[in-house]
């Protein structure tokens, strides 16, 4: 499985941001797919997950982002409304080989290269 994921950049706060993730490979509909980020001196943290037809998102970032699949196309997004500078970080797309989400890094074995979220006050 390969990923790339896409759709970082700058914005202000309280704007908006759509990350896109692209798979190819592996039947990648059958698995979980989850978004982490990690800021600068900060450890890798869980976003958002999605499999089949559940979804599960880190407190901090309920109400907010929305993560959803386009199995067809092999892309699962991430939309993030009402952005805050705290949520300024790289951004990593994820794959785990089960259906059951995660919310550990450790669980997902194919990882996309990150694209950089900057969220300015």
């Known amino acids: 499985v390969q990923l790339q994921a896409s759709g970082g950049g700058l914005v202000q706060a309280g704007g908006s941001l759509r990350l896109s993730c692209a798979a190819s490979?592996?039947?990648?509909?059958?698995?979980?797919m989850g978004w982490f980020r990690q800021a600068p001196g900060k450890e890798r943290e869980f976003v958002a997950g999605?499999?089949?037809?559940?979804?599960r998102y880190a407190d901090s970032m309920k109400g907010r982002f929305t993560i959803s699949r386009d199995s067809a196309k092999n892309t699962v997004y991430l939309q993030m409304n009402s952005l805050k500078p705290e949520d300024t970080a790289i951004y990593y797309c994820?794959?785990?080989?089960?259906?059951?989400?995660?919310?550990?890094?450790?669980?997902?074995?194919?990882w996309g290269q990150g694209t950089q979220v900057t969220v300015s006050s």
């Open positions: 999605i499999s089949r037809g559940s979804t």
């Open positions: 490979g592996r039947a990648f509909s059958f698995y979980s």
């Open positions: 994820a794959v785990r080989t089960s259906y059951s989400l995660s919310y550990s890094s450790s669980d997902y074995r194919y």
